[in-house]
């Protein structure tokens, strides 16, 4: 077990509605990275958190946006659901910035149906 | 532009078999990490290869780093029906600046027959 918990589970919404997924990271990670998995894909990118600011952004629309807080959780925001928004999305945490080391601890992720 | 392929996409395999996958890209590496991941759950961290070279073994898996930092390989002996999963491989490109992008490869289902 990684120490990263995810929230909900499992989540299903219409299409034009706003959901917030969330995120605690693993203890001593300050880092977190938000990721999204379309079935039998990879995950891709969306963006990272870093001492409570966005700290890098992958190719996702502004709908996507994020927080960091304090002690270092995380929320994931996105405007206006659309149907190829299902995907299961995927919180990691990590420590920053460590030379030649980019170790990653997933949580259990959410799987958002749009419906 | 898929920073990292794996190869293959889907291996179906008897227990028992060896297989190999592969994941290639053009871009140098600092470092590179294999993960596994079960049907809705999160990746699993195998391993982390950080010098051009360098072999990881863990029990029955081999990992390898491709001299150049390009490349790296995953080799299973024996496979096991629970080794069954999707392998990710993933890494932060050198040119990606201050951060830590972390590209995930376009994956490879295996599936391992009793």
């Known amino acids: 077990e990684t120490g990263v918990t995810q929230s909900p589970t499992h989540l299903i919404k219409t299409r034009g509605q706003q959901v917030t997924l969330r995120c605690s990271s693993q203890?001593?990670?300050?880092?977190v990275s938000w990721y999204q998995q379309a079935l039998g894909q990879g995950p891709q990118f969306i963006f990272q958190?870093?001492?409570?600011?966005?700290?890098g952004r992958g190719n996702f629309p502004p709908r996507f946006s994020g927080l960091q807080f304090p002690n270092y959780s995380s929320e994931l925001n996105v405007n206006a659901l659309e149907l190829d928004d299902s995907a299961l999305y995927l919180c990691a945490s990590s420590l920053p910035h460590l030379i030649g080391s980019t170790e990653a601890f997933f949580g259990q992720g959410t799987r958002l149906t749009v419906v | 532009t898929q920073l990292l392929e794996q190869s293959p996409q889907f291996l179906s395999i008897q227990e028992g078999e060896n297989l190999t996958v592969y994941c290639n890209s053009s871009?140098?590496?600092?470092?590179l990490q294999w993960y596994r991941q079960e049907p809705g759950e999160g990746p699993v961290l195998l391993v982390t290869v950080v010098t051009g070279g360098e072999v990881k073994k863990l029990k029955r898996l081999t990992f390898q780093f491709g001299d150049a930092r390009k490349d790296s390989s995953l080799h299973i002996t024996a496979a096991q029906p629970g080794d069954t999963g999707l392998y990710l491989c993933?890494?932060?490109?050198?040119?990606?600046?201050?951060?830590?992008?972390?590209?995930f490869g376009t994956g490879t289902k295996l599936q391992v027959i009793p």
């Open positions: 203890s001593g990670h300050n880092t």
């Open positions: 871009s140098v590496f600092s470092s």
């Open positions: 993933a890494g932060r490109p050198r040119r990606s600046g201050g951060y830590q992008k972390v590209t």
């Open positions: 958190y870093y001492r409570e600011e966005e700290n």
